[in-house]
């Protein structure tokens, strides 16, 4: 029981492990994909904004109509991120015409478009988190009513249309993003350096280059709480195989004093210890990736919103980390069996 409520420890430290960094990767991969999913080419947004934090900085709409009128822009159209609850929850404001042309439309599920103010679309995804259903009413800070359920993939999880949210929340006339298509893939270079060489100090990048800044190896947060975690993990393991490996040292004094006295090497005695805490890490790390899955399981029920991968390039790594930290947990009882005397060992009670 001991020796499994120690793998099982073990287990634990590789699932926050690899829970975190597949939750991490999740949400930017999921970030990256809803982006492509407006079928833009090229992306506007103004200073002090970032791919990460679409709402941080408005720009004038107008500047919609100049994008529009550089050579080669077949599409382009304007969308106001509006943040409206904790993390990344928000609200996008859009041109139901023009982002439709641009994405392909919406494939509802359930109910249809908005047609008035304080209406909004939300995908599968914050429907099935909120349990809401056409008629439902959102409320952060104001009442939207749901008219319509969407397949997830474009963009944002909840829309509306873009006046009523500006008017609502004090942005008149301002847009977070333009989203342009070119008229043709071999003209976005050319599209990109005419759109920076007219909106000097404007953030104007390639949806591909977008992409892949959304990782999260992109967030110092996200890095530093990994590290954090692991950190956390490793004295976990050491910690718990220390006390297990002192607790058979203690078990096994006799065992140890016999096998001294038949000519067991102090190395011999260590060796034995070493191995078994190596078969406790290895079965700990396996644990620990099986329990990966339940709780991937666990967040698309109950948290949805925060998509989850398996990130198998990880299992090695936190295999070593589980490994690393239980030899060494395992020293300082190694020693302390390796250095008994066989005559006490055999006399211990």
């Known amino acids: 029981m001991r020796t499994l409520l120690s793998a099982v420890l073990?287990?634990?430290?590789?699932?926050?492990?690899?829970?975190?960094?597949?939750?991490?990767?999740?949400?930017?991969?999921?970030?990256?994909?809803r982006s492509r999913g407006t079928?833009?080419?090229?992306?506007?947004?103004?200073?002090?904004?970032?791919?990460?934090?679409?709402?941080?900085?408005?720009?004038?709409?107008?500047?919609?109509?100049?994008?529009?009128?550089?050579?080669?822009?077949?599409l382009a159209t304007g969308t106001l991120i509006q943040k409206v609850g904790p993390l990344f929850q928000s609200i996008a404001g859009i041109h139901l015409d023009e982002f439709s042309q641009m994405s392909g439309g919406f494939r509802f599920v359930k109910g249809g478009p908005f047609t008035g103010p304080n209406e909004l679309v939300v995908d599968e995804v914050e429907a099935r988190t909120a349990h809401l259903k056409p008629g439902s009413?959102?409320?952060?800070?104001?009442?939207?009513?749901v008219t319509g359920i969407v397949e997830s993939g474009k963009l944002s999880r909840m829309f509306a249309q873009i006046e009523p949210l500006q008017e609502e929340y004090s942005q008149t006339g301002k847009i977070s993003v333009v989203w342009v298509k070119a008229?043709?893939?071999?003209?976005?270079?050319?599209?990109?350096?005419?759109?920076?060489?007219?909106?000097?100090?404007?953030?104007?990048?390639s949806?591909?280059?977008?992409?892949?800044?959304?990782?999260?190896?992109?967030?110092?947060?996200?890095?530093?709480?990994t590290k954090v975690v692991i950190g956390i993990s490793v004295v976990v393991g050491f910690l718990v195989v220390s006390l297990s490996m002192y607790t058979a040292v203690l078990e096994r004094t006799r065992e140890i004093g016999?096998?001294?006295?038949?000519?067991?090497?102090?190395?011999?005695?260590m060796g034995i210890l070493l191995r078994e805490t190596a078969v406790l890490a290895i079965l700990g790390s396996i644990a620990g990736i099986l329990m990966t899955y339940g709780a991937q399981a666990l967040l698309r029920?109950?948290?949805?919103?925060?998509?989850?991968?398996?990130?198998t390039k990880w299992w090695p790594i936190t295999t070593g980390l589980a490994l690393a930290g239980s030899l060494i947990g395992a020293l300082i009882p190694g020693f302390k069996a390796a250095k008994q005397d066989a005559i006490e060992a055999l006399s211990y009670d």
């Open 137 to 145: 009413i959102v409320d952060v800070g104001t009442k939207w009513r």
């Open 207 to 225: 949806m591909e280059e977008m992409s892949s800044l959304l990782t999260e190896n992109s967030l110092p947060l996200i890095v530093n709480f």
């Open 39 to 74: 079928g833009a080419e090229i992306v506007v947004f103004p200073p002090g904004s970032s791919v990460f934090n679409l709402s941080g900085a408005n720009m004038l709409e107008k500047y919609v109509g100049l994008i529009r009128k550089q050579p080669h822009v077949s």
């Open 258 to 269: 016999i096998l001294k006295a038949l000519g067991g090497s102090p190395a011999y005695i």
């Open 301 to 311: 029920a109950f948290a949805p919103t925060f998509p989850m991968l398996i990130v």
């Open 183 to 205: 008229d043709d893939p071999a003209n976005i270079p050319a599209v990109i350096a005419s759109l920076k060489e007219k909106l000097d100090g404007f953030s104007v990048i």
């Open 10 to 33: 073990i287990g634990v430290g590789v699932t926050m492990i690899l829970s975190l960094v597949g939750v991490s990767q999740g949400v930017t991969a999921d970030m990256s994909e």
